[in-house]
Every structure is written in C-alpha cells, then in structure tokens.
C-alpha cells in the first residue's frame, strides 16, 4: 500500500438528507457522472418515474415530492454513489463501507455487494413499497445533553416509555428504529408516536420531532414489507462485496467470506424490521479498522452530529465533548462531510 495514503472508512446517508439545499447536487458535482445516473434513470423512466435528473434539476424543491420514497431513494442513491466515485483514490485507501438505515442499501452498492442495474433495483423497490401509504412514522430524540454527554434521565425515560407501549391491552405501538449517536429514533403508528409526543420532555423547543414523510422502519410494523421485498427480490442478485461492510448491528461481512444468502437475509429480513443500530457501526468502524479519516457520502450533513457524538462517547483520539470534536474539525478534521464544501475539498 502506498505509505502516504490515509485509510478512511466511508457512511452513506439514509432517508432526509436530499432537502432544499440539496436541489441540484447532481447537476452541481456530478455531470461526468451519466454512467451511474442513467442506469437509475432508465429504470425509472421504464417505470413512468420521474428520473432523478428531472427532479434534481427542478426550479423549485418540493418537500411532497423530493420526500416520496420512490423519489427520495434513489435520488440520495445516486448522490452517494457518485461522491464515493469521487474519493480520491491516491490520498484515501478506504478499509470499510457502512451507512444509516437506507444508506445500508447504498453501502452494499458502493461495495459491490450488488450490481449496478440490482442496486438501483433494490433501492428504487425498497423505496417504492409504500406509495399507497405509509405504515406508521419515525420521531427523533436526544439521550445526551447539550455537550454530548449521554443523560440517564432522558434514555430512562424513553426505556419506560417503550415498554410501557409494549405492554398488553395498548392501542400504541412504539419501538426502538435506530440508534443515531446522542439519539433515538423511535418508530410506531400513530397511537404510539402521539404517546411519545405527549410524554417526552421538549427538549429546545424542538424534539420529540416527528420525521416528515418517514415510516415506522426498522420496526416490527413493516413485517409484510419484509415479505414483500423477499418476494421480489432474489437473493441470487447478491455476490460478494469487494469492500468489508459493517452492518446495522456491527457485523463486518468481509469480501471473502460473505455468506450472500445471509446477506440477503439480513438486508430484507432482520434489517427491515428490527432496530439498526448506526451507533454499533461507527463503533466498529473506529475500533475494528482505525481509520485516518471518516468520509460521510453527500447528499445533506446530517450524519456529522451524530457520528461525532459516538466518537465523543469512545473518546476517541482525546475527543471528549463537543467543543473537543468541533476544535478537532476545525484544525485536523477527523470526519469529511462530503455534503459540505470546505469538506468536500479534502476528500476529491
């Protein structure tokens, strides 16, 4: 290996991070990138889609529109794998691909764990599932405080929350979806999600706060969902990944020794309806591989808060709060936001 290469672990983003900021990052950084874009255009033109380059190149973001599963996905998808196709090679030799929820999708294609035309298959029927409604919602929480350090009270009191829904002779349905650093995501039906919202403690005015446009993922509730997709997707359309890949519950399937029919399993079965812990993921990512840098995939900058609230949590290289993870940024950044410009430089 080339002595002057640093070694970076890659994150692909999951659902809400394509937002009006985001209009026209494909047209912005990726117009030498039709390769990628009209394999997934041409599947959705097939479809009587709109393709994802109508949508990027929209005068206007339209929350409805660019938020819809069928659109959402395959637009951060492509997004993400034309950002992984612009990691400078020379400078970066990555050890290891994960993501965050949806981005589990797109990690298996960064990884070659799917073929082209088969992740943009996988990841336009996963997002599809839902377009007649969907099932249930998402809410996020904080469990640390101000300065990213984990507060007891808050995770007791969703732990009690939790098992209060789950108790028997309850309309409520809430669940564990996915551990996001100094967060919680919880996923449910409305009866659930409305509990949590009028028992959880505001916290700045902002949270609990209900995801927009997101089902109850991760969860029990998308049972059918899991059966659905195994139905329509073959589990001969995994091969071994050329990367390692490290899942939501920080299992690495390594290039060699992928059993693919687990890996299918694992994708439409136990990921889709059990929790995905994100958090085990990045903890893996540093402890397993020790990477020089973390690359997070654009589109959005919405996974640099929580990736850094678990290196605070391992105090990683000294990083010990925030202010700590905010200084290491600014003077040697450890994380690469490829979503944000100044970032973005250091990575290409």
């Known amino acids: 290996m080339n002595q002057?290469?640093?070694?970076?672990?890659?994150?692909?983003?999951?659902?809400?991070?394509?937002?009006?900021?985001?209009?026209?990052?494909?047209?912005?950084?990726?117009?030498d990138k039709k390769g990628i874009i009209d394999v997934i255009d041409g599947q959705r033109r097939e479809k009587g889609q709109p393709t994802i380059t109508q949508l990027d190149s929209m005068d206007r973001y339209n929350l409805q529109k660019h938020?819809?599963?069928?659109?959402?996905?395959?637009?951060?998808?492509?997004?993400?794998?034309c950002d992984f196709a612009d990691i400078n090679r020379d400078q970066y030799d990555i050890v290891a691909v994960t993501g965050n929820s949806m981005?589990?999708?797109?990690?298996?294609?960064?990884?070659?764990?799917?073929?082209?035309?088969?992740?943009?298959?996988?990841?336009?029927?996963?997002?599809?599932?839902?377009?007649?409604?969907?099932?249930?919602?998402?809410?996020?929480?904080?469990?640390?405080?101000?300065?990213?350090?984990?507060?007891?009270?808050?995770?007791?009191?969703?732990?009690?929350l939790l098992e209060e829904a789950s108790a028997e002779g309850g309309e409520g349905a809430l669940y564990l979806s996915i551990a996001l650093g100094g967060y919680v995501v919880l996923g449910g039906n409305e009866e659930g999600l409305a509990l949590a919202q009028n028992r959880l403690p505001r916290v700045d005015d902002t949270y609990p706060m209900r995801l927009y446009n997101h089902a109850a993922f991760h969860?029990?509730?998308?049972?059918?969902?899991?059966?659905?997709?195994?139905?329509?997707?073959?589990?001969?359309?995994?091969?071994?990944?050329?990367l390692p890949l490290i899942d939501g519950e920080g299992r690495v399937w390594q290039p060699f020794s992928t059993d693919t029919?687990?890996?299918?399993?694992?994708?439409?079965?136990?990921?889709?309806?059990?929790?995905?812990?994100?958090?085990?993921a990045i903890e893996v990512a540093i402890k397993e591989f020790a990477p020089d840098k973390i690359i997070v995939t654009g589109p959005g900058t919405t996974l640099g808060g929580a990736i850094g609230q678990c290196l605070v949590k391992h105090k990683w290289q000294g990083m010990n709060s925030k202010g700590d993870f905010i200084q290491r940024q600014q003077s040697d950044p450890f994380l690469?936001?490829?979503?944000?410009?100044?970032?973005r430089s250091l990575a290409v």
Request: aromatic share 10%; charged share 15%; net charge neutral.
């Open 261 to 280: 029919q687990a890996l299918w399993d694992y994708t439409l079965g136990t990921q889709v309806v059990a929790p995905y812990d994100f958090s085990k």
């Open 336 to 343: 690469l936001a490829m979503g944000m410009e100044t970032q």
């Open 103 to 160: 981005g589990w999708y797109i990690a298996l294609a960064v990884a070659q764990a799917l073929k082209a035309p088969d992740s943009a298959t996988l990841i336009n029927t996963m997002g599809s599932m839902m377009r007649s409604g969907l099932i249930g919602g998402q809410l996020i929480y904080p469990v640390t405080d101000e300065n990213w350090q984990y507060d007891s009270e808050k995770a007791q009191l969703v732990c009690a």
């Open 67 to 81: 938020t819809a599963g069928e659109n959402a996905s395959s637009l951060i998808y492509a997004c993400a794998a």
């Open 219 to 242: 969860t029990p509730l998308l049972n059918d969902i899991s059966i659905r997709a195994k139905q329509a997707l073959p589990s001969t359309m995994f091969v071994k990944p050329s």
């Open 4 to 31: 002057t290469k640093q070694t970076a672990v890659v994150v692909c983003p999951g659902r809400g991070t394509y937002n009006k900021a985001e209009l026209g990052y494909l047209k912005r950084y990726h117009s």
